[in-house]
Antibody
Framework: EVQLVESGGGLVQPGRSMKLSCAAS????????MAWVCQAPKKGLEWVAT????????YYRDSVKGRFTISRDNAKSTLYLQMDSLRSEDTATYYC?????????WGPGTMVTVSS | DIQMTQSPASLSASLEEIVTITCQAS??????LAWYQQKPGKSPQLLIY???SLADGVPSRFSGSRSGTQYSLKISRLQVEDIGSYYC?????????FGAGTKLELK
């Protein structure tokens, strides 16, 4: 059974950093691209970033380029999202998802609140 | 970026009713279209991919169709467990973009 479990969310001040993790199991992690998708409170879904199966390629939405870094450790079957220079508009639930053209499996999400 | 215009924003329907949700793509995306269901307080789940293919474990009352750049999700006989929000997503090009969502409620 595919399982994705995010961790690392919480309350953070504007301008500070936070690192999210996503532990994957139930599939061969290093065969799949992985992604982060966010959802602001009461809002819709927004793709944030994707990393290729081997970590050689990364893609970001414009609003996070230069501030967020997606990475992975295939030996640990873990996906990461380093978020720097956080803004209030980054407040959202962040989902880890397997990105096989479509987002075919999702974690339960971790909430990030950016506020002073 | 490709815009996905989803309608309606909200919908109230009765049990056993037929429900249809549509998404209009701002340019040709072929069949690179998925539908997701998000139940209250839960993460999204893939329902339909490649515009018309049912994801594993999805009931056959769900179906997807395409007419040009307009895509539709149909629920043939609404059940109580279908209540939630629905989103379309294009996978044709980066950035992958979602529709704004449709909130489906029981009448």
């Amino acid at each position: 059974e595919v399982q994705l479990v995010e961790s690392g969310g919480g309350l953070v001040q504007p301008g500070r950093s936070m690192k999210l993790s996503c532990a994957a199991s139930g599939f061969t992690f290093n065969n799949y691209d992985m992604a982060w998708v966010c959802q602001a409170p009461k809002k819709g879904l927004e793709w944030v970033a994707t990393i290729s199966y081997d970590g050689s390629s990364t893609y970001y939405r414009d609003s996070v380029k230069g501030r967020f870094t997606i990475s992975r450790d295939n030996a640990k079957s873990t996906l990461y999202l380093q978020m720097d220079s956080l803004r209030s508009e980054d407040t959202a639930t962040y989902y880890c998802a397997r990105h096989d053209w479509y987002f075919d499996f999702w974690g339960p999400g971790t909430m990030v609140t950016v506020s002073s | 970026d490709i815009q996905m215009t989803q309608s309606p924003a909200s919908l109230s329907a009765s049990l056993e009713e037929i429900v249809t949700i549509t998404c209009q793509a701002s340019q040709d995306i072929g069949n690179w279209l998925a539908w997701y269901q998000q139940k209250p307080g839960k993460s999204p789940q893939l329902l339909i991919y490649d515009a018309t293919s049912l994801a594993d474990g999805v009931p056959s009352r769900f179906s997807g169709s395409r007419s040009g750049t307009q895509y539709s999700l149909k629920i043939s006989r609404l059940q109580v467990e279908d209540i939630g929000s629905y989103y379309c997503q294009q996978a044709h090009s980066n950035p992958n973009t979602f529709g704004a969502g449709t909130k489906l409620e029981l009448k």
